[in-house]
């Protein structure tokens, strides 16, 4: 079945630090890609999203390449702020399932 | 994309009981699904609820535990019936909007439930 295996969190980074939120994926066909993010207390954001090889979605600074030769879907962001501290999460849907896949999630938390 | 709302957005309920949250969207969607996602955990699919028929659940999820109403296509009711502390989580609608060759779903704020 499909799968989305995220790494482990937390992440602790300084403000303005490099993030990568590595993710990959197991399904079958040609899957969508998303990256949601929930911020303490409340629901989930989308915040970027791909649908084909080699597509970039970006959103707020933030950005991932969807790459099939390594079924990957990182997310990276140049310079994280303390505002950034939330819950990431990656996913898939793909037609014939068109319910979120969802990975377990990795807590970012920067500090000042 | 279409603006989602759930009630109630918290309860903390009685063991035994039941309670039926509702997910009201601002325009017509096609597909509706409702998710769990319990303390410090990913989101896992309960259902999708389908306009005018039965919803379809996943493994794990049986309609007698968590019924499914969809009358029509901006309106669902998920109910967690025979309520245990176990069933404690955030439980969250989602919509899918169909834009060229993907499906995005959006999410609802969500409606965390605590059973005593």
């Known amino acids: 079945g499909d799968s989305v295996t995220q790494m482990e969190g937390p992440v602790t980074l300084s403000e303005e630090a490099f993030l990568t939120i590595n993710c990959t994926y197991t399904?079958?066909?040609?899957?969508?890609l998303f990256w949601y993010v929930q911020y303490p207390g409340e629901g989930l954001q989308l915040l970027l999203k791909?649908?084909?090889?080699?597509d970039k979605g970006s959103n707020k600074g933030f950005e991932a390449t969807y790459r099939k030769e390594t079924t990957s879907f990182h997310l990276e962001k140049g310079s994280v702020q303390v505002s950034d501290s939330a819950v990431y999460f990656c996913a898939l849907s793909r037609a014939g399932r068109r319910a979120l896949t969802f990975g377990s999630g990795t807590r970012l938390q920067v500090q000042p | 994309s279409a603006v989602i709302s759930q009630k109630p957005s918290r309860d903390i309920c009685q063991r035994g009981t039941s309670l039926t949250i509702q997910c009201q969207v601002d325009?017509?969607?096609?597909?509706m699904f409702w998710y769990r996602q319990q303390p410090g955990q990913s989101l896992t699919l309960i259902a999708t609820a389908n306009q005018g028929s039965e919803a379809t659940y996943e493994s794990g999820f049986v309609i007698d535990k968590f019924p499914i109403s969809r009358p029509n296509l901006t309106f669902s009711t998920l109910t967690v019936s025979n309520m245990s502390p176990e069933d404690s989580s955030i439980y969250l609608c989602s919509v899918g909007e169909a834009s060229g060759s993907a499906d995005t779903q959006y999410f609802g704020p969500g409606t965390r439930l605590t059973v005593l």
């Open positions: 399904a079958t066909g040609y899957p969508s």
């Open positions: 791909a649908t084909k090889a080699d």
């Open positions: 325009s017509q969607v096609t597909m």
